[in-house]
């Protein structure tokens, strides 16, 4: 399932960026997704780091094109710049540490602030295998993402569980997103310039689907 | 006349000059002489005198001698026990008082041998019981020259008697010496030995060892091949081993015949060896050597052979003892010495004539072959250039075609010819540069250490012999010092220095501007690449150096590391080692200095404006190293890990600290000349990223990652949006955002490569110079 067999050949890019805390296992996320790698001393990330995966959701080739960043970035104008464009974000905690799932809220109102309007979200507790050392329930993550209208899914990067299932739904939630949205559109938009792999925005239509889509998503 | 036996002292002066016949006849002269003048003590001392001069001794007390038979023997009655062969071993004392008696027995078994030598009358001299046996006879004689000398007073009797016992003495020795020839010729050597011990009772030991000495001529026994050697120089063992087979068999001869001969009486079997040894073997191992000195390089092997066939494998002999081989083997060596100083002194200087010898020969292959490959490509190069017709067909001597070109004066062929030497000179430096490792022969090298080796190894079989221990150490010292000043003076650094001044004159852009270019050859050589190698093979041959001085020298204590240090062979080895280093430092910055001129070129022919600075369109590409990164990344893995296993990692680390630094120099320069958009400035932070990982995931050199963290958070100044031009502005003054590797200035000068900064300019420069201090600090 290596997105290099596929190459450029795509129907789809998507860009989706990894928010969190700093130590939550963003990037360890990333790399078990894309080359099913996991780094037990991978240091923490500076700036910000690309990787994609192409996938197949109802026989259309999508190509993930996902940004990990800082954990700690303090500049908003640097952290506005990640999220400029994406159509999908997982928000990341550690399940072992409170403080992390608290600050999702926060991670949350930026990502509302500067990404479109009808960016997919996923909540993510990484580090199930720490089960021994759970700090944040199961049922207390569910309510506050139904809450916030978010998927949710409880990963382990190391033990390698539930991480493509955690991307799948998301790029899943963003094409059915997406394809409706083409079709809402009408063809004239599209059909013109429609080259293999545009990068998708959703910005055309900027508050007015807010709900509606949102609803679909979840 | 009577009156004067009147005078005591006349008489006894007489009497001490008489001898004993007459003095007893003087004393009966009358009574006055015979019953005072010479009684009592005065004719004790007479008779005591002639027995002191036997060799008698006085003694005082007779119950004080502890040979008690001697007591007896005073018994008048068994006067008969004595005979003239034993009565000298059993009456050694008098008393005083008895001297007369003492004197009466000696003179009645000497006094008729006496008489007859005095007469002169030979024949019968011996009672028949005593003609069979020399040893007896040489027993009594010795006697009578012991008895005879009581006679010493009347000199006339007294050197008559010693004159003709002499005479007799030496009728008897010609006799014995006439039975020993008889009888060794007959080979009945224990006859021969018995009368060796008659000679030797005679004291006759010359005699002795010279009838012994003649009957021993090597000269004539032996027949030794002086051809152990062949044309070629080389020792023929089985030959050599032949000789000395003979050698020895002839000595193991000798010594059997000696124990037979002497047995134990007298030594003659060393003094025999050595005289053998220094005649006989010196003499073979002069002719063998006095032909050639390169000889003597078998010099251990003889040695060893010569000490087991002349020493080991000789017989044990009686004559010579229980420490007879010793002494044999100590004589050996004391004789052998000289050679096995010649040789030891001549390895270092027979390492060192060879060594430049092959050296010499190397180096004019090279030449040659230089020569040969130089005419190729000016031929390759000439028909290129289509000036085929105006060249000479002096294919030979091209450099003088050059010449004539010169004087062409047509200004066209004159261009034409200018190019195809450019053409030359650069295609030459490149084909020599792919040759640069031909420069140092490590299989010549090895070649010359393993000589070394087995040299030292052979010299070093010297060690047991402690007069030539210090020599051995000494010379040993002086080979490797030999070899590595051959080394390094000889081959490494000519190759060296050759090989710097190749990588120097190069430059991989003069190649990409010649028209003329040779085919099925490389023309893109990486300079450094091939100097590696070289580094590589003088790497290998200090390894070398090393294993040789720490296995021949220091565990073989040739060389005391602690006492040693400031030996000048320790000195040499460092030197040498000094040597390389610098020559790796200096073709490493030559090399590094290339690299970064690839680098440079790379990045100046390759980074597209757009890579950054995109179009709408381009800018929706994917998100990957932009193609110069992924060329430079290569190039710099390509030069990174050259070293990796050819030196110590120590150097490894100041080479690709150094590299990584210069390069980080260079993507400096590269983003103050590159024209930055926000949307660009993912691509840029990729590539960023990727030299990120280079360095600290491949290269894994820890010092030198902060700077390239830094050019991350520099990569970061681009993707901020015109629109957060004032967080841009204060972006600039968090100086510790960038570690301190980057100034204000210097952050400002990247922000200057923004596509927008003419737009922002103002808004930043407000929040730079427009807010109080405060401000400014981090958030």
Known sequence: ?218 | MEDLLKVSRIVVEIANNLNAKDYVNFRSVNKLVHNHQLAGPTDDAYWESKLVEMGLKRVYDKVDEKENEHIISFDGENDNIYDSVTIFDNIRTFTIGDAKETYIKFHKRFQPYCMKLYHGNFTHFFPEKYDEDPLIQVKIFNFISRYNKSNSNDDYQFSRIEQNLKILKEIFVNSVLQEMEANYMSENYEIVGKFIGVLLQCHEETNAVEFFKSKTDPALELNVSNTVFDEGGILNRELFEKSLDIFRDYLNNKIEMVDVLFEDQYPVILQFIESFIQENVLDFFNELFEADDSRLRYMPSIYFLVVQKLCTELKESKNGGPDFRQIVKDFLNMYLEPRIIDYLELQPRELKRQSSLKFQVYQEEVASREKETNEQIYNSLRDQSKMKKSMSDDKNDFLSTFAKMLRIPNSESQKKQEQLQLAYNLNLITNNLQNIKSLVSLDLCCEMIQDAQNRTEEMYRFHTLENVLEIVKSKCQELFKTLVEQLSEQHIKPGFEKATDLLQKYNSNDMDRVELKLEGFETKVEPLVQFTELINIGDIILQMTSIFYKNELVHKNIINKNKDFLNDVVQSKKNFETMLDDFVAEGLNIGINKLMDEVEFVFNTTQLPEDFNPTEKSAQREINPTQCAVKIVELLSNHCFLLTGATDKGTIDVYQQEIAERFFNEIVKHIKKSLISSDGAIFLICDLNFYYDFVAYKLRQKRVVPLFVALKNVGQLYIVSGKDSKELGKMICDVNRFKGIFSQEEIYEFVERRSDWVRVKRDVQKVMYGLGLKDCVVM
């Not at chain 1, 908003?76 to 550690?94: C, E």
Request: aromatic residues 8%.
């Open chain 1, 1 to 218: 399932m290596n997105n290099e067999d596929y190459g450029y050949d795509y129907d789809y890019l998507f860009k989706i960026v990894l928010i969190g805390d700093s130590g939550v296992g963003k990037s360890n996320l990333l790399s078990r997704f894309t080359t099913n790698d996991f780094n037990m001393e991978s240091k923490s990330t500076i700036g910000v780091e690309f990787a994609t995966r192409t996938i197949e959701v109802e026989s259309k080739k999508i190509k993930a094109q996902i940004w990990d960043t800082a954990g700690q970035e303090r500049y908003r104008a640097i952290t506005s710049a990640y999220y400029r464009g994406a159509v999908g974000a997982l928000i990341v905690y550690d399940i072992s540490k409170p403080s992390s799932y608290e600050n999702c809220n926060h991670w949350l109102t930026e990502l509302r602030e500067n990404a479109d309007d009808n960016v997919a979200v996923g909540l993510i507790g990484n580090k199930s295998d720490l089960d021994h050392l759970r700090a944040v329930p199961t049922d207390e993550a569910k309510n506050f993402a139904q809450e916030n209208q978010l998927l949710f899914t409880e990963t382990s990067a190391l033990k390698s569980e539930n991480v493509d299932l955690a991307f799948r739904e998301l790029i899943t939630a963003i094409y059915q997103m997406v394809s409706k949205h083409q079709v809402d559109l009408g063809d004239a938009n599209t059909q013109g310039n429609a080259p293999k792999g545009p990068t998708i925005s959703l910005t055309p239509a900027p508050n007015e689907n807010k709900k509606k889509s949102a609803n679909n998503c979840c």
